[in-house]
């Protein structure tokens, strides 16, 4: 059974996004961003929530862009492959390639996704991710951890529901950024 992988860059003290809606810190490398683009590659599709698909849809385009180098470029076509599932209830419809609209509720859109590709899913959003931690769904947890501290804003992890993990790999970047991989306990 492929698994669902819940990956995002997270301040120190636990934050995706700061209390000023900021994430400016979270800019990977050229190192870090050759991991991500390896990362990316290796899913066979991707769940996503309503901010986090607005803020991914310049990736595209990011392909066309002048301004962006071969790594960003490269990253930019993997993403553009990826079947996406969005889930919002504000949007009415999506437009990018290879992206639908889920209608449904969120362990059917997984089912269905599942069924529909051969490997692993991802799933990004702190919203989204934080129902599918709550129904049981998230089979890995990937934080790439920055060194700064926010002091507050949108969390990883939801704030009303334990988590139980097992420590499966670290990886430290030459940024400082930590990348831990954790296995949801009992899995």
């Given amino acids: 059974m492929p698994k669902v992988i819940?990956?995002?860059?997270?301040?120190a003290d636990?934050?995706?996004?700061?209390?000023?809606g900021r994430f400016d810190w979270s800019?990977?490398?050229?190192?870090l961003h050759r991991f991500h683009n390896e990362q990316a590659r290796a899913l066979a599709g991707h769940l996503l929530g309503r901010r986090l698909?607005?803020?991914?849809?310049?990736?595209?385009?990011?392909?066309?862009?002048?301004?962006?180098?071969d790594i960003e470029r490269e990253f930019a076509l993997i993403w553009q492959a990826l079947p996406k599932v969005?889930?919002?209830?504000?949007?009415?419809?999506?437009?990018?390639?290879n992206t639908t609209l889920a209608r449904g509720d969120?362990?059917?859109?997984?089912?269905?996704?599942?069924?529909?590709v051969s490997g692993d899913v991802g799933i990004g959003g702190a919203g989204?991710?934080?129902?599918?931690?709550?129904?049981?769904?998230?089979?890995?947890?990937?934080?790439?951890?920055?060194p700064v501290a926010v002091g507050g804003g949108i969390p990883f992890f939801p704030?009303?529901?334990?988590?139980?993990l097992e420590l499966v790999e670290t990886q430290t970047f030459s940024s400082r950024v930590l990348y831990l991989r954790y296995r949801a306990a009992g899995r």
């Fill in 106 to 116: 969120l362990r059917s859109e997984l089912s269905s996704l599942q069924e529909s």
């Fill in 128 to 146: 989204l991710a934080a129902e599918a931690i709550r129904l049981g769904l998230v089979d890995e947890y990937r934080l790439f951890v920055h």
């Fill in 27 to 31: 800019m990977p490398d050229a190192e």
């Fill in 14 to 20: 636990g934050y995706i996004v700061g209390p000023d």
């Fill in 53 to 69: 698909y607005e803020t991914m849809v310049y990736w595209e385009t990011a392909d066309e862009d002048p301004e962006a180098g």
């Fill in 6 to 11: 819940y990956a995002m860059s997270v301040s």
């Fill in 86 to 97: 969005v889930f919002s209830r504000t949007l009415d419809s999506v437009e990018e390639a």
């Fill in 159 to 164: 704030r009303d529901h334990r988590v139980d």
